[in-house]
Nanobody
Framework: QVQLVESGGGLVQPGGSLRLSCAAS????????MGWYRQAPGKQRELVAS???????TYADSVKGRFTISRDNAKNTLYLQMNSLKREDTAVYYC??????????????WGQGTQVTVSS
């Protein structure tokens, strides 16, 4: 079994910062690409940022220059540093990872989501 657990969400004022974490645990042989997605009420889930095992990153245009994705392969943990937050960043943020288990089964896994609310 593999689990992804997000943390770090909350309520923040516009212009503020938050740091999300996603810890992967279980029968993990190797983690490949990881990413953060978000879903606002009434909208489809969208990719916010992604990072390869080697550290290559991509960002949605809406967060470029404000968000930074990173990972610690030794700790099986993914991070998202969010600065200069805007009201439109309000959403449930989900962690995603491509993981191969010790049984050499490769699959996509999702966390349960963490709420980020940007409001004054």
């Amino acid at each position: 079994q593999v689990q992804l657990v997000e943390s770090g969400g909350g309520l923040v004022q516009p212009g503020g910062s938050l740091r999300l974490s996603c810890a992967a645990s279980g029968s993990i042989f190797r983690i490949y690409g990881m990413g953060w997605y978000r879903q606002a009420p009434g909208k489809q889930r969208e990719l916010v940022a992604s990072i390869t095992r080697g550290g290559t990153t991509t960002y949605a245009d809406s967060v470029k220059g404000r968000f930074t994705i990173s990972r610690d392969n030794a700790k099986n943990t993914l991070y998202l540093q969010m600065n200069s937050l805007k009201r439109e960043d309000t959403a449930v943020y989900y962690c995603n990872a491509e993981i191969t288990t010790w049984r050499l089964v490769n699959d996509q896994y999702w966390g349960q989501g963490t709420q980020v609310t940007v409001s004054s």
